[in-house]
Each structure stands twice: as C-alpha cells, then as structure tokens.
C-alpha cells in the first residue's frame, strides 16, 4: 500500500512538473509528416485519476496530439484560464457569476463526471462508522476531540471507539473538494455557516494542512486517528476506510457509484453549474458532485489555430462519448446522466473560432461518440488501440 501510494504521489507531482515544463506547441515531424500539437489544461486534483486515463486514450487514438494535465487544485485551475495560459481550466466548484466577470470572456462549464467527497479515516480495529454533517462540522471546528467522544459513540454501538485524539487534516491549497465540503457542512451546520461559511480556501481552526487529494489520503494513511476529507476515487484506490454519512431523509449512506448519482437526480440547468450536495434523494450520498472542464467560448485568442480549438473540442467529445464515460465508471466516478449529457452537446455547439461555429451539428451521445472515435477506438479496458 505504501508503494501504491508512493507512486500515486510521483504521478501527481510528475504531472505538475510536466505541465509546468510544457507550453502550447505546434509543429511538425518532417520524417513522418505528422502534425504535432499540444493541448493544456491545469486545475482539479479530484478528477485526475480519470484524467490521466482517459487523455492518455484520446492520445492513443489520435497520433499527434499531447494532453499535458497540471493537477494544482481548482483554484489554479481557474487562475491558468484567466491568464490564458493553458487551454482548459478544471474544476469541482462550478464559477460564480463574480468569478466569471473576472475572467477574459465569457467560459462555458462542460461537466465531465460525478464524484463524492468521502470522510477517509484510520483508526484499528473500526472497520464500520457512521458520522453526520453536524457531527464532521464539530470535529473540523476543534469541539468534538476525542474518538470515544459521547456524540460519536452514541451513533455508532458496538464500535470499539479508542480515547484517542481525532486530527483533522485539510486541503492547504485552492480546492474544490473543498467548496463542496464546506458548501455540505454550510448546509447542515448553522454554526459551520456561521463561523467557517464555504470557499475554496479557508482558514481552519483545527487539524494538518496537506496539498492535494493525494496529499490528504497520504497523511491520512499514515496517522492513527486521522480523518480527512478526499475524493472517492483516492480512497478506494488506497483502500482507505471511509465513513457512512447521514443523508438529508435520516438514511446512513457510504459513497457508491449508485450512490452518488442519485444525487444527480435532478433539473440540471442549461449552463451546468449544478450543486447536488445534501440531495433530497433518499439514496444519494449527501457529498456528491459534478466536476467540470472550464473553457472560453470564442477560442480565437493569443496564437490559436483554429485546428487547435477543433483539437480541444475533439477531446471533449471523446470525453462525453460511451467510450470516455466508461473510463469513468470503471476507476470509480459515476458517468454522468443522460441529461447532463445533452445540456454539455448544447453548450458546445456554442463555441467557435472568432465568428466560425466549431461544432458541426452533432446533438447525440452517439453522434458525438462517432465523431470523437474517428481515429480510432478504445478497447473494453479503457484503452486505446
């Protein structure tokens, strides 16, 4: 386990320095006559597991073309796309009407996945607990302290609940695992509202500070008592235990593919910037999400081609594609629900390139799919061949 995590962190911090250490390139192999470009995009440690796949089987399919993914956190991920300086920003917190003035022009939110922020935790010898919001609201607050503390124990009989300290650990960087987080706990907690409110970013009044998803799970892995807020996938990937949380109908739910899109099971609207925390559904698991790809909508700005918005564009599809989405499934994140799959076409066929529409009329997963898999196909593991 601490090799996996080992290598988890080395990939992590290898797709940062290779972001870093790649720009927007476009050229030619004259021995091969292949045209060489460079897609870039930077935000969310959330999705990058997925990421990771699912850009290495567009690039396997489509010869030619890199994806370099810097995973930074969603705030980065926003502050690249302000500067133009990468091509696609990421984020698990949708961009507020304030954040999207910023910016220079209008962004489209294209959802990629769902995921769940799970309460990851080690303690010997308890193997099942259940918590509720109130409850994580409390012990990220510093007020509840102990692990046999009464208001646990009394939720969880029979538990062999140690009198050891709890330590919280947070996200130190600009998160959107953090907003959906804070934005649950606002949610539950009047006094969470009322004292830490939700944001990317805030300043905690308890607990270790660690960088990233993988930052998190790692500490969490390797301290007796730790608990920590982290994408599903991460803990599922380290065998992490996680809690049951307390839906909004009274229900203990843990984090499942079915789980969390239940939570989805609701009008999206037409842009996509969706909350499905705290969902009414008596299935969903309370800290779901959607995660999203960030993108301006006129793509003709800096040194762009219009064959590399095309390129963009192509990726997207493939993401949005059967084969795109069940890469999703198949690492943990839920694939999104046809509706939101038909809202993310709409947005799409707005872009273009200056006043040239770059969509060409596809409106159906399948369309898309065809499109998407044009140079090629993926195999029933994922990749591309």
């Not at 997207?316 to 509706?339: D, F, H, R, T």
């Not at 006043?355 to 409106?363: K, S």
Request: overall charge negative; some cysteine; charged content about 20%.
């Amino acid at each position: 386990m601490k090799r996996f995590l080992l290598f988890t962190s080395l990939l992590f911090f290898a797709s940062l320095l290779l972001f870093l250490s790649s720009c927007k390139t476009g050229s030619s192999d004259s021995q091969k006559g292949i045209s060489r470009s460079t897609i870039s995009g930077a935000g969310a440690t959330f999705p990058y597991p997925y990421y990771n796949i699912v850009f290495r089987d567009f690039m396997r399919i489509n010869e030619g073309i890199t994806v370099n993914y810097g995973a930074m956190g969603s705030g980065g991920g926003i502050r690249s796309l302000r500067d133009r300086s990468v091509d696609f920003g990421a984020s698990d917190a949708f961009m507020t009407d304030k954040e999207l003035e910023t910016m220079n022009g209008e962004v489209i939110h294209i959802a990629t996945c769902l995921g769940g922020v799970v309460m990851a935790y080690t303690l010997e010898g308890v193997d099942s607990l259940r918590l509720t919001g109130p409850l994580i609201s409390d012990i990220f607050l510093g007020k509840v302290k102990k692990w046999n503390d009464p208001r646990i124990t009394s939720i969880n009989p029979g538990v062999p609940l140690p009198n050891l300290d709890i330590t919280p650990v947070y996200r130190s960087d600009g998160s959107g695992t953090t907003f959906n987080f804070s934005e649950y706990l606002s949610v539950v907690s009047p006094e969470w509202n009322r004292v830490m409110g939700k944001g990317k970013a805030l300043k905690w009044e308890a607990g270790i500070a660690a960088k990233g998803n993988p930052g998190v799970a790692g500490i969490v892995q390797q301290t007796e008592g730790a608990i920590g807020y982290i994408g599903s996938e991460y803990a599922l990937t380290l065998n992490l235990k996680t809690a049951k949380l307390k839906n909004r109908t009274g229900r203990f739910v843990e984090a499942t593919l079915e789980t969390i899109s239940a939570a989805a099971n609701v009008d999206l609207p037409d842009d996509m910037r969706a909350t499905i925390t705290d969902s009414a559904d008596p299935n969903a698991y309370p800290i779901s999400l959607f995660t999203w790809i960030l993108l301006y909508k006129d793509q003709q700005y800096g040194n762009r081609t219009k064959e590399e918005a095309m390129e963009l564009l192509d990726l997207l599809l493939y993401m949005l594609s059967p084969p795109g989405q069940k890469v999703a499934a198949q690492i943990n994140y839920a694939p999104l629900p046809e509706q939101g799959l038909e809202k993310n076409y709409r947005l799409l066929q707005g872009l273009h390139y200056g006043g040239e529409p770059l969509f060409d009329g596809l409106t159906s997963t399948d369309d898309a799919g065809a499109r998407a898999l044009e140079g090629g196909e993926a195999d029933n593991d994922g990749e591309g061949r």
